[in-house]
């Protein structure tokens, strides 16, 4: 059962994935954002403002922090109450050119802290939910994270091409470190996407060498209540305030220790 609180936001999570599968793939207008190869389209906005409106009806004392909206930065007084962390296309590229995933992100802060976290993926339609102490799960189903050793697992990650050469190449450095510790390695193009692959026991870690807040504050939510762990690729917690870079893990890795890449690797980060 969900609460009163959650149905609605996952309803709004919903129908911000139709509008997305409404998208006329063949005449998308884009906009080049600061960044190599970072894109924004009409339906990431039409998203974010349906999100926006929505929500804001949800929860009218709650403040917003949007990748798309010019309220990007995470203000002090956040701190305190509810604050919606909404990045309504993760995986623009992706959308782009129908290379799936791309998912709804919708995260609730109270008090600056992780509280409720939605990712939908209309394309599988995959509902990731949780809310803090109430478990996480995958539509109906409840999700925990994998209980095998890094050994075993597949692990995924992200190349931050927006952030210059040198934190992207120290992804691929670090990707290949993991690379001789795992199975293999998986790059979907949607961190949201990703961090759900972990809460559900598809992979056992992720890293992105830089995230922004709409990136990671639903999806952390879903990964505690699963059983994983996350911090910042120093070992640090995460301030839930702007851009860090992101190591999310299942609770049998973190358990094990071991999968922290070595500090020589991260190069500018």
């Known amino acids: 059962m969900m609460t009163p609180l959650m149905q609605q936001i996952a309803e709004a999570a919903l129908e911000a994935g139709r509008i997305m599968k409404s998208a006329d793939q063949e005449h998308l207008s884009t906009i080049n954002k600061e960044g190599h190869a970072n894109f924004v389209t009409k339906y990431d906005m039409q998203v974010q403002r349906f999100l926006m409106e929505k929500l804001a009806a949800i929860l009218p ?5 949007g990748e798309e909206n010019g309220q990007e930065v995470f203000l002090p007084e956040y701190k305190n109450g509810f604050t919606f962390v909404i990045d309504p ?6 959308f782009m050119k129908a290379y799936r995933p791309s998912v709804t992100s919708i995260g609730l802060l109270k008090d600056g802290e992780p509280y409720l976290g939605v990712i939908y993926n209309p394309y599988t339609d995959q509902l990731y939910r949780a ?7 995958e539509n109906d189903r409840r999700i925990t994270t994998s209980p095998v050793p890094l050994s075993d697992s597949l692990v995924s990650m992200g190349t931050a091409p927006y952030y210059g050469p040198e934190i992207s190449r120290s992804a ?3 990707g290949y470190w993991y690379l001789d510790k795992s199975i293999d390695i998986r790059r979907s193009g ?6 759900c692959m972990v809460a559900s026991g598809r992979t056992g870690l992720f890293f992105e060498p830089q995230l922004g807040l709409w990136d990671y504050a639903a999806g952390a939510v879903i990964l505690a209540e699963a059983g994983g762990q996350f911090c910042d690729m120093h070992g640090k917690p995460i301030p ?30």
């Open 89 to 94: 296309i993760d995986g623009t590229t992706n």
């Open 61 to 65: 004392e709650a403040h917003f922090v």
């Open 172 to 174: 691929f450095e670090i």
């Open 131 to 137: 809310e803090k102490g109430l478990g996480a799960f």
């Open 240 to 269: 839930f305030t702007g851009k860090t870079s992101f190591l999310g893990v299942s609770g049998a890795i973190a358990g094990n220790g071991g999968y922290m890449p070595p500090e020589e690797l991260m190069h500018g980060f």
């Open 190 to 195: 949607s961190a949201a996407n990703d961090i």
